[in-house]
């Protein structure tokens, strides 16, 4: 059974910084391509970014220059570090990795960007 577990949001200011994790288990990561999204209230789910499996990063014009992804397969885990956090950044986050027609989902994390 594939699971993805998130960890890593909360509240920060503006400005501020997070570093989101999605830790995979019962899949071989390697091969997937793994991602990001979120979805602020009242809004759809966006892509935010996401990492081939040779390391190919693509990024949402929205957080180009602020945000990185990163993975490392040994540990099955993806990464998401956000700098220069601004309050449009807040949503639920979800960890995604999808190979053809397969697609998994984690159950999200809260980040939340307030004063």
């Known amino acids: 059974q594939v699971q993805l577990v998130e960890s890593g949001g909360g509240l920060v200011q503006p400005g501020g910084s997070l570093r989101l994790s999605c830790a995979a288990s019962g899949i071989f990561l390697s091969t997937f391509t793994m991602g990001w999204y979120r979805q602020a209230p009242g809004k759809q789910r966006e892509l935010v970014a996401t990492i081939t499996s040779g390391g190919t990063a693509n990024y949402a014009d929205s957080v180009k220059g602020r945000f990185t992804i990163s993975r490392n397969n040994a540990k099955k885990t993806t990464y998401l570090q956000m700098n220069s956090l601004e309050p449009e950044d807040t949503a639920v986050y979800y960890c995604?990795?999808?190979?053809?027609?397969?697609?998994?989902w984690g159950q999200g994390t809260q980040v939340t960007v307030s004063s």
């Open positions: 995604n990795v999808q190979r053809g027609p397969n697609v998994y």
